[in-house]
T-cell receptor
């Protein structure tokens, strides 16, 4: 079974630029999560999708961050414009959405904003 | 908001047992998880426990839950150098409102 795929793995941009991250979840997983992990901290949930609907986006900075999940499969997370404090690893996870709600994480995208 | 706390560092000798502790504040948490993160990698689910259980054992891993004190622990028996990593405690309410702790960096000394 293929795992959660993310791209790119690394991205360096200047502040005020835009950036987008892509995630392909495990086939058949209904629930998809985006997390922000700042160096030395635990992951912080940004947004949770169930199929293509948003379940929770309470911690998403909506003035600059947006996310979508087309057709309930792949998802993109966008930052526009980026700030220095957005430097972090952005993790995508997926879950079957049933049973014990186990999450399977992708390798992450490391974003550096200069 | 809800909070999960962990001690930041733990150092043990190879072959000894490791115990990583976690406290949480959300009394409505239904599932509690332990994840492992190795350098440059995503998080790997190690084990989890449902809130109506006190203990769960899975090979070298033992999870203890004290729901009254909102305390969770992970015991790793016969710790090996390959167990060196950051361990995260997390909670959710039926797959929603996931909150992670800051992680405990486990160093295993030869």
């Amino acid at each position: 079974e293929a795992g959660v795929a993310q791209s790119p793995r690394y991205k360096i941009i200047e502040k005020r630029q835009s950036v987008a991250f892509w995630c392909n979840p495990i086939s058949g997983h209904a629930t998809l999560y985006w997390y922000q992990q700042i160096l030395g901290q635990g992951p912080k949930l940004l947004i949770q999708f169930q199929n293509n609907g948003v379940v929770d986006d309470s911690q998403l900075p909506k003035d600059r961050f947006s996310a979508e999940r087309l057709k309930g499969v792949d998802s993109t997370l966008k930052i526009q414009p980026a700030k220095l404090e957005d430097s972090a690893v952005y993790l995508c996870a997926s879950s079957p959405g049933t049973k014990d709600y186990e999450q399977y994480f992708g390798p992450g995208t490391r974003l550096t904003v200069t | 908001g809800e909070d999960v706390e962990q001690s930041l560092f733990l150092s043990v000798r190879e072959g000894d047992s490791s115990v990583i502790n976690c406290t949480y504040t959300d009394s409505s948490s239904t599932y509690l998880y332990w994840y492992k993160q190795e350098p440059g990698a995503g998080l790997q689910l190690l084990t989890y426990i449902f809130s109506n259980m006190d203990m769960k054992q899975d090979q070298r891993l033992t999870v203890l839950l004290n729901k009254k004190d909102k305390h969770l622990s992970l015991r790793i028996a016969d710790t090996q150098t390959g167990d060196s990593a950051i361990y995260f405690c997390a909670e959710s309410n039926y797959g929603q409102n996931f909150v992670f702790g800051p992680g405990t960096r486990l160093s295993v000394l030869p």
